[in-house]
Structures are given as structure tokens and as C-alpha cells.
């Protein structure tokens, strides 16, 4: 059980880092929708899944849409 969630604390850090430094929006996006859904993971391992199901449902689905549409109707690169 360790094992697993330190892979997932350590999977969560890197996609945070790496939403940080992309260049490209969407993949940031992307990275940040990876964080969400590890939250999700860790809140399902800690047994609480009425959370798990709010963070996978309006962290990941929701807010990626809505950035990805954003994302859509302005620049995808940043300069």
C-alpha cells in the first residue's frame, strides 16, 4: 500500500512540474487533469469516494473542458 501511494504522490509531483514548465497549453492542461485524477485515486485509497467522485467530476472533467475551450478560442502556445 506504501509503495502505491508514494508512486502516486510521486506521479502527481511530476505532473504539476510538468504542467508548470510546458510551453504548450493544452499539454499543460492535460498535466493538470493528471493531478486531478491522481487526487481522485488518493482520496478513493483513503476511502472517502464521494470526494474521489467530486474531484474526478469537476477537477478533471469539468475544469479541463472548460479550459480546453478557452484554450480553443485563444492561443495554444505560449510566447
Known sequence: ???I???LIVAMLAAAVSAYF???LLNAVIASCMVSLIAAVMFILLH???VAMAEAS???AL???VF???I???TRYEK
Open 1 to 3: 500500500m506504501i509503495v
Open 5 to 7: 501511494v508514494t508512486f
Open 22 to 24: 510546458f510551453r504548450d
Open 48 to 50: 472517502a469516494p464521494d
Open 58 to 60: 469537476i477537477g478533471a
Open 63 to 65: 475544469v479541463t473542458t
Open 68 to 70: 480546453v475551450i478557452a
Open 72 to 74: 480553443r478560442r485563444t
